[in-house]
């Protein structure tokens, strides 16, 4: 039976009513969440006066609309627009992003990880003597810090010599102020660009910073200079299926959308992971104890992560609760039916990763931090799409596997010869942007791993 002969006989979703508005504004994640709460796994409208978006939160309505009838939920919108800006059609639809995507699970891809995990490892360790000599004692900004760590394991396997540290850096801020400044845009889709939301200027000005990086290393690899394998010569070698070259701004896209998002997400989730530790002594204790017996005196490298599984669990769970990315929306082309629910076509609809790892007959107790829900035992049966770290269906993120074992090398490295103490004295609570980062500074100081 098609859906328009199910429309006849589908029910309206309930409205959930316009006083959310104001919140969304002054408190948007605890309204969100509040907005779950009051669905609870209903298909629902959300009465926002100049839109009434579809709030979708259970795992199949989700894979109603991200997999078995994506093609009519393209990301389109006006969210999607100022994100495209920064990191192009990976962002989009169409025949440039299934280009781009193909190019990204090519560079993405076990073999590739793991030829350049060795590397990976080596500047880690590097950059954790770095950063050990320059705290010394004194707090600091871990999101900050961890960045830092990052961009040198990027820097060195996806960008050779090309880009210097300084200028890795003003990249790296530029691209942290662009995803920051989005956040607005995230959370009301449905507002025209003619309408300025607060951070469009911001975002702005961050794309331009990012462009005068960019654009110069791929004039300077079109010109065939310092020969490297790295990932902007890999994308001009490139061609689509009609055999032709990626112009410069499609290089530049690539380039902008590796670095987003081997840098941003990494960086986040390990801000978060000494949050978790600090917050939970006993699984702090059990991560202590895995590393030091899995890695003894030696220094992390790829043989040791598939032993890590205890803090490849805890990892796992702070991303369902700090989902980083924590909002997916789309928009209908046409009509549809989910669970005897008409969606009208041309409607913006919002799934947020958030919300699904906290549906309660999903995820029992969602509030309560264990790690063990994803034990093979506990994990048998799940829904494939009750879990969205890295979102799901044919956009679901290439870059997992070296996410996975980035952090994990991270992770361990840091944990082998130290801890990471948090300082801040209140819980620290999270805010949306483009991912959802902790909302205060958090400060950390690296104690020696003997002084436990």
Not at 79 to 93: F, H, N, Q, S, Y
Not at 124 to 145: K, M, N
Not at 216 to 229: K, N
Not at 242 to 261: E, H, I, K, P, S
Request: hydrophobic share 40%; proline share 6%; net charge neutral.
């Amino acid at each position: 039976m098609t859906a328009e002969v199910d429309a006849r006989s589908a029910r309206r979703a309930r409205t959930l009513s316009l006083r959310h508005l104001p919140g969304l504004m002054r408190e948007p994640l605890e309204t969100f969440e509040r907005l779950g709460s009051e669905a609870s796994g209903e298909i629902v409208r959300v009465n926002l006066g100049v839109s009434r978006p579809y709030l979708v939160t259970r795992p199949e309505h989700v894979q109603r609309v991200l997999r078995d009838n994506a093609e009519n939920y393209p990301r389109e919108g006006m969210m999607w627009k100022p994100l495209t800006r920064l990191v192009g059609g990976i962002a989009g639809e169409g025949p440039e992003w299934a280009l781009n995507r193909g190019i990204f699970q090519r560079l993405m891809s076990g073999p590739n990880i793991a030829s350049v995990t060795g590397e990976m490892a080596r500047t880690i360790a590097e950059a954790v003597d770095e950063l050990t000599g320059r705290l010394a004692g004194r707090p600091g900004d871990s999101q900050a810090e961890m960045t830092r760590i990052v961009q040198r394991a990027i820097i060195r396997v996806f960008f050779g010599n090309r880009i210097s540290l300084d200028e890795a850096d003003h990249l790296a801020d530029a691209i942290r102020t662009a995803t920051r400044s989005i956040g607005f845009r995230m959370l009301m889709p449905f507002v025209p660009l003619s309408v300025p939301l607060p951070g469009d200027r911001a975002f702005q000005a961050a794309v331009r910073s990012v462009d005068e990086v960019i654009f110069p290393l791929v004039e300077e690899a079109r010109r065939g200079e310092l020969a490297e394998r790295d990932i902007v010569s890999m994308l001009i070698e490139t061609r689509d299926e009609q055999g032709r070259r990626l112009n410069d701004q499609q290089v530049r896209d690539g380039v902008v959308a590796m670095f987003t998002a081997g840098t941003e997400t990494t960086a986040t989730a390990l801000t978060w992971l000494w949050v978790v530790l600090k917050e939970h002594p006993a699984v702090a204790d059990k991560v202590y104890a895995e590393i030091d017996a899995v890695l003894g005196q030696d220094r992390p490298d790829r043989t040791h992560l598939p032993r890590l599984q205890y803090t490849k669990m805890v990892i796992q769970e702070l991303l369902r609760m700090y989902s980083v990315g924590w909002i997916i929306p789309r928009t209908s082309v046409d009509d549809d039916v989910i669970d005897g629910v008409r969606i009208k076509g041309g409607s913006t609809i919002v799934i947020s990763p958030y919300l699904t790892h906290r549906v309660a007959d999903v995820w029992p107790d969602p509030e309560v931090f264990d790690p063990d829900r994803f034990s093979p035992t506990r994990s048998k049966g799940r829904h494939r799409f009750a879990y969205m770290a890295f979102g799901a269906g044919p956009h679901q993120c290439v870059g997992t596997l070296f996410f996975t074992v980035e952090a994990h090398l991270i992770a361990s490295t840091l944990l082998q010869g130290f801890r990471p103490v948090v300082q801040n004295e209140s819980p620290v609570r999270p805010q949306v942007r483009l991912t959802l980062i902790p909302r205060e500074r958090v400060d950390i100081v690296l104690n020696p791993a003997s002084h436990r």
